[in-house]
């Protein structure tokens, strides 16, 4: 046996006349602070030693000789076996006391208060979150940064992992794929000092968001906290405004889906993250706001309980929820749906019966119906996910599959002010267009609008300003739209729905109960006819004369009309119309997004 490098000899475990066995540890060497066991390769017996210890030796050097042989048959007892251990080890015994602290069976009481709330604990949505056994850990053994003022027993027991539970899972895998479908996932742990903001979770915090941006992986916050927290004394921060947390966060809008995940009470800096993602999915029971009582009160606004400030119905009426559900169960399985539309197409899908939308529109054209029904009509059998319904109703916008593809589906709502759109339906609708254009869903939207409100109280809600986000918003899509008039295509407001006119969308086809016009008939009429009408006796003659003019106009503005002279593309029977959408998808191109993209977060 030779030195295998430039060492120095530790130890000798064998004398001349030994007898070893095959693994048997002979020399001990060391080099660069590290040492090396030399083992026997054969059975045999040690019949020559040229070092002892202490002597250094070059590579190549000759260290001891073996005669292989039966060392069974030798009298001398085999030296240097490494015995098997009659316990774990000491590190990894360290190392299991230390992850008994994360577990929730060690804070008890902690855990017991939390469902008699009815709520679940931050690990429990984790795993109802991520695929089993898929989720791993980054910075678990944290600690508060409080070791000044407490004991490291203490901060072990209170606060693991700092109040935040960060890593990467995988959601959806079974269906989309291991790669499609990992996640990052940080949860806020409201058990662990009121779900706040610490420095070392605000440090595990932008890890992850480096590794999202890095990666371009999908983001899920569970934001339930109280924002920032004053109680880190270790690090030397005076006001902790030069944390990258919230400028990295707000980096990934645009890059990757972000959905954020809010149950009980989310105050202060757990809501500015919150407000930063592309949806918010609540639970009725929660209240979200940008400062929570103690910052109220600290103001001179006055006193007031959690519940009272941002409560869910409240923040659902006004746009800032996006979802609304009935617990937390219920929020992680829409948060699994969410994120399935930007995981990829399935390859199984049901069709919805087609023949239903032939009767959607009534055929009394002054009467209302529910848009919502064509939507079911043509996505794929529960693929559904309707987002903002208590915001901007004019006009509904929900996540779909058609034939397993996902899409994005913008609806008139004739059953609010006729379809015409204000300016939150404004709003919301061209939020949804940059959602859909950012992470490269197409667009299909369903016309039946008399056109933009108007009015002195419309536009004293800056109107202009707000429904003219439709235009420039639609003018740097880079997916496909699609667009399908049920019955109204009335003014400037039709062509909002319609990307900007009707000949930006790669087609754009109406039903037979679909009417045209610059603006609304009955207004064409009375103002392009004055002269002639005024010139009638006011009674039965004139209306008799309206009746004749207006008949005219919706010949004139009628779909086949329309279609006849090339402003739209094509007329289709209403029970066709998933069938023309299928094939447009099947060809439509989705063009590289464009540097520098990010979803408004109104």
């Not at 910075?139 to 070791?147: D, E, H, P, S, T």
């Amino acid at each position: 046996m030779r030195s295998p490098m430039q060492a120095q000899v530790v130890e000798c475990a064998v004398s001349a006349g030994d007898a070893v066995r095959a693994g048997d540890v002979l020399l001990i060497v060391e080099a660069m602070k590290m040492e090396h066991e030399l083992r026997a390769p054969s059975d045999g017996v040690v019949i020559r030693l040229d070092c002892v210890a202490g002597d250094v030796v070059h590579e190549g050097d000759l260290l001891l000789c073996v005669a292989e042989g039966n060392a069974a048959s030798s009298p001398t007892p085999a030296v240097g076996v490494v015995a098997a251990p009659a316990g774990e080890r000491a590190d990894l015994r360290r190392l299991r006391d230390r992850e008994r602290y994360l577990a929730d069976e060690a804070r008890p009481q902690a855990v017991a208060r939390r469902h008699a709330m009815g709520m679940r604990t931050a690990r429990e949505n984790i795993a109802d979150l991520c695929d089993e056994d898929s989720f791993i850990e980054y910075g678990a053994l944290a600690v508060a940064a409080q070791r000044s003022r407490r004991t490291e027993e203490d901060l072990m027991a209170n606060t693991p992992a700092d109040g935040m539970v960060t890593g990467i899972g995988s959601v959806n895998g079974p269906v989309f794929g291991p790669q499609r479908s990992r996640t990052v996932v940080m949860a806020y742990d409201a058990t662990v000092l009121a779900g706040t903001q610490g420095m070392r979770n605000h440090a595990k915090t932008d890890r992850l968001l480096g590794i999202a941006h890095d990666q371009r992986l999908p983001v899920v916050l569970l934001a339930e906290g109280g924002g920032g927290r004053p109680g880190d004394t270790d690090m030397p921060v005076v006001a902790g405004l030069h944390v990258g947390t919230f400028a990295a966060f707000a980096r990934l809008s645009g890059v990757v889906p972000v959905v954020g995940v809010v149950a009980g009470r989310c105050f202060a800096g757990n809501a500015a993250l919150a407000g930063c993602c592309d949806a918010i999915i609540a639970t009725r029971s929660s209240n979200l706001g940008m400062g929570g009582p103690a910052m109220v009160e600290g103001g001179g606004l006055g006193v007031y309980r959690p519940e009272e400030i941002g409560p869910a119905d409240v923040q659902h009426a006004n746009g800032v929820i996006d979802v609304l559900v009935d617990d937390e169960a219920q929020a992680i399985a829409v948060a699994r749906q969410y994120l399935a539309y930007f995981q990829g197409s399935l390859p199984g899908w049901q069709a919805p019966s087609a023949d239903g939308l032939r009767e959607v529109v009534p055929e009394n054209r002054l009467r209302v119906y529910d848009s919502r029904r064509v939507i079911e009509g043509l996505a794929d059998l529960g693929s559904v996910l309707h987002l903002r319904t208590g915001f901007g109703v004019g006009i509904h916008t929900a996540l779909a599959r058609m034939e397993g593809r996902p899409v994005g589906l913008l609806a008139s709502n004739p059953q609010h002010l006729g379809g015409a759109i204000d300016a939150d339906a404004a709003d919301k609708a061209a939020r949804f267009l940059q959602l859909c254009d950012a992470h490269g869903l197409p667009v299909i939207t369903l016309v039946d609008t008399p056109g933009f409100m108007v009015g002195p109280e419309t536009e004293a809600q800056a109107q202009v300003r707000h429904v003219s986000r439709l235009f420039v918003t639609a003018a740097k899509l880079r997916v496909p739209v699609f667009s399908v008039v049920l019955r109204k295509g009335y003014g400037l407001g039709a062509m909002g729905m319609t990307a900007g006119g009707f000949h930006a969308p790669v087609f754009t086809v109406a039903w037979p109960t679909a009417e045209f016009g610059a603006m609304g008939l009955e207004g064409a009429v009375r103002l392009g006819y004055r002269k002639e009408l005024e010139s009638r006796p006011e009674g039965p003659e004139r209306e008799a004369l309206f009746q004749e003019l207006l008949a005219r106009e919706y010949e004139k503005g009628s779909a086949l009309s329309m279609a006849s002279g090339l402003e739209i593309d094509a007329v289709i029977d209403p029970a066709h119309t998933r069938a023309w959408l299928a094939r447009g998808l099947a060809g439509a191109r989705v063009r590289d997004p464009a540097p520098g993209r990010f979803i408004d977060t109104w």
